[in-house]
């Protein structure tokens, strides 16, 4: 394992610092966002996917350590272009690779979250009509519920 020093080399600092597409995208035709409950990172990710299935542009935004943002910069920067298959093809170890510093299994969780997100965004597609602020259930409120 590298020392934590080591973890944030220039790229991952440059990231980390000057991120690749964060902040909002009204344009976004599928969106997830999860976080890690143990250390508190949050990830954000929208997609806009074309009719043919590729990733014509990506966002991301969130809070978190260093390495949970960073590997989320360098994931958008990565994916923009790619087809749907390209990206069931991405993988958790693909992940770490991109990132480059070796990580520690706890620190792998921060780095694997953004990836954890895209896979689900990619099926989770945004209705352009739902003005509301939230996912809809359908199911009865805590309320009515007897």
């Known amino acids: ?10 790229h991952v600092l440059d990231h980390y610092e000057d991120p690749y597409h964060r ?6 035709t ?4 999860a976080d890690n409950p ?14 043919e299935g590729k990733v014509v542009e990506a966002w991301f935004d969130g809070e978190g350590c260093v390495i949970s943002q960073a590997s989320a910069s360098m994931l958008i920067e990565t994916i923009e272009g790619k087809t749907l298959d390209e990206l069931q093809e991405f993988s958790a170890e693909d992940m770490l ?15 694997l979250l953004s990836w954890q997100v895209l ?6 597609p945004l ?3 739902d003005e509301s602020d939230g996912p809809n259930f359908s199911g009865p ?3 009515e519920e007897s």
């Open 38 to 51: 143990l250390c508190g990172d949050q990830i954000h990710i929208a997609l806009k996917l074309s009719a």
């Open 1 to 10: 394992m590298t020392s934590e020093q080591d973890i944030y080399e220039e």
């Open 141 to 143: 409120s805590l309320g």
């Open 23 to 28: 902040g909002p995208f009204d344009e976004a």
């Open 97 to 111: 690779a991109l990132f480059g510093p070796k990580l520690t299994p706890n620190r792998q969780k921060c780095c």
């Open 119 to 124: 896979r689900s965004a990619v099926h989770s």
């Open 30 to 33: 599928h969106a997830h966002e």
């Open 127 to 129: 209705d352009p009509n």
